[in-house]
C-alpha cells in the first residue's frame, strides 16, 4: 500500500524566505503523487502533481517539488514566500482512485 | 464558471433534522466524489460513482448516509437523523478517465452545523 507522511504539522516563514514543506512517502513502487493547497474558507487547489514523466515538478505560484526516489521525499518548495501563501497543503497519494489525505502542513506566513 | 459547485454552501439544522446536499461536478468528468473534513484534520474519503454506479463506500459512511447520482450528472448526498457529530465541511469532487491518479477538481463544498 502507499502512504505519505508529512513530517511537519505548522511551518511559519517570514514573508520573502524560502519555504520548505515536507513529505515522504511509502511505497514498493514508483507512486503518483500530488500537492493539493487549500485557503481558509476555500476549495481544495491542485499545485503539481509527480506521475513518473519528470523528477522536478513545476506547479503554479511559484511552487515546485523533486521526487527523490533515494529519499522516498517529495518536498514542495518555493524561492520566497507570499503573503497570500497561508493556507493548508497537502501531500496526496491516489491510491487507486479515491484520495487518501493526511493533517496537512498549516503554512503561516509572517510579515 | 464552469467548476464543480455545490449547494447550499452553509446549512445549520437541529439534531435528528435530515438534511441533503447537491454536487454539480464539471460536465464532462464521470467521476464522483464525496469527502468530508473536520476541523483541523484532512478530508477524509466517503464515497465514489463512476457514472451513475456507486463503485465504493468508506465505512465511514453509516447507515444514515446516503448518495446518489441518478443519470451520471449531480449528485445528492442525505444524512437522516443528523448528529451533532455529522458537523464537517462536506467537499464534492469529479474527475475525468478511468484510470487511478487523474486530478480531482474539488467544489467549495457545504459546511453543515449540526445544534
Known amino acids: 500500500a502507499q502512504s505519505v507522511t508529512q513530517l511537519d504539522s505548522h511551518v511559519s516563514v517570514s514573508e520573502g524566505t524560502p519555504v520548505l514543506l515536507r513529505c515522504n512517502y511509502s511505497?514498493?513502487?514508483?507512486?503518483?503523487l500530488f500537492w493539493y493547497v487549500q485557503h481558509p474558507n476555500k476549495g481544495l487547489q491542485l499545485l503539481l502533481k509527480?506521475?513518473?514523466?519528470?523528477?522536478l515538478v513545476k506547479g503554479i505560484n511559484g511552487f515546485e517539488a523533486e521526487f527523490k526516489k533515494s529519499e522516498t521525499s517529495f518536498h514542495l518548495t518555493k524561492p520566497s514566500a507570499h503573503m497570500s501563501d497561508a493556507a493548508e497543503y497537502f501531500c496526496?497519494?491516489?491510491?487507486?482512485?479515491?484520495?487518501?489525505f493526511g493533517t496537512g502542513t498549516r503554512l503561516k506566513v509572517l510579515a | 464558471d464552469t467548476g464543480v459547485s455545490q449547494n447550499p454552501r452553509h446549512k445549520i439544522t437541529k439534531r435528528g433534522q435530515n438534511v441533503t446536499f447537491r454536487c454539480d461536478p464539471i460536465?464532462?468528468?464521470?467521476?464522483l466524489y464525496w469527502y468530508r473534513q473536520t476541523l483541523g484534520q484532512g478530508p477524509e474519503f466517503l464515497t465514489y460513482?463512476?457514472?451513475?454506479?456507486?463503485?465504493?463506500k468508506s465505512r465511514l459512511l453509516s447507515d444514515r448516509f446516503s448518495a446518489e447520482r441518478p443519470k451520471g450528472s449531480f449528485s445528492t448526498l442525505e444524512i437522516q437523523r443528523t448528529e451533532q457529530g455529522d458537523s464537517a465541511m462536506y467537499l464534492c469532487?469529479?474527475?475525468?478517465?478511468?484510470?487511478?491518479?487523474?486530478?480531482?477538481?474539488f467544489g467549495p463544498g457545504t459546511r453543515l452545523t449540526v445544534l
Open positions: 469532487a469529479s474527475s475525468s478517465g478511468t484510470s487511478g491518479g487523474n486530478e480531482q477538481f
Open positions: 511505497s514498493s513502487y514508483s507512486p503518483s
Open positions: 509527480y506521475t513518473s514523466a519528470a523528477t
Open positions: 496526496v497519494p491516489p491510491l487507486r482512485v479515491k484520495y487518501i
Open positions: 460536465s464532462e468528468h464521470n467521476r
Open positions: 460513482f463512476q457514472n451513475e454506479a456507486q463503485l465504493e
